[in-house]
Nanobody
Framework: LQVVESGGGLVQRGGSLRLSCAVS????????IGWFRQAPGKEREAVSC????????RYADSVKGRFTISGDHAKNAVYLQMNSLKPEDTAVYYC????????????????????WGQGTQVTVSP
C-alpha cells in the first residue's frame, strides 16, 4: 500500500484545515485508517482513527469536538477536518494503514499500522 497525505499549511488560531490521505494498492473499505501527529521533540501520538468496516471512529481527547475523520471509498481516501485549531495542534500529521484488512475497531497506537505516508506539516500561529 502507498499512502500520501496532503492539505497541511499555515493557519491562524481558530482556523480550519482539511487533510487528505490518498491510498493506493488496495481498496480502503475493509481497512482501518489512522491519523497521527508528531511535534518537534515529542513522541508520535494518535489523533483519530476510522474503522471502515464498522463505520466507527475514535478521537484523542485533545481533538474531540474539533476534528472529524471521514472516508470516501469511491475515491479511496480518508480526510481529517480540523476546526478551531490551536497552536498546540502544530505538528507533522501522518496517515497510516495496517498491513491487513480488519473487521475490528481501529487502534489508536502507531504500532498497529505498517504503511505510513510522508507526513504533512500543520502550523497554527498564535
Amino acid at each position: 500500500l502507498q499512502v500520501v497525505e496532503s492539505g497541511g499549511g499555515l493557519v491562524q488560531r481558530g482556523g480550519s484545515l482539511r487533510l487528505s490521505c490518498a491510498v493506493s494498492g488496495d481498496t480502503l473499505d475493509v481497512y482501518n485508517i489512522g491519523w497521527f501527529r508528531q511535534a518537534p521533540g515529542k513522541e508520535r501520538e494518535a489523533v483519530s482513527c476510522l474503522s471502515s468496516v464498522l463505520n466507527a471512529t475514535r478521537y484523542a481527547d485533545s481533538v474531540k469536538g474539533r476534528f472529524t475523520i471521514s472516508g470516501d471509498h469511491a475515491k479511496n481516501a480518508v480526510y481529517l477536518q480540523m476546526n478551531s485549531l490551536k497552536p498546540e495542534d502544530t505538528a507533522v500529521y501522518y496517515c497510516a494503514v495496517p498491513r491487513w484488512p480488519d473487521e475490528n475497531m481501529c487502534r489508536m497506537r502507531p504500532s498497529a499500522y505498517q504503511f505510513w505516508g510522508q507526513g504533512t506539516q500543520v502550523t497554527v500561529s498564535p
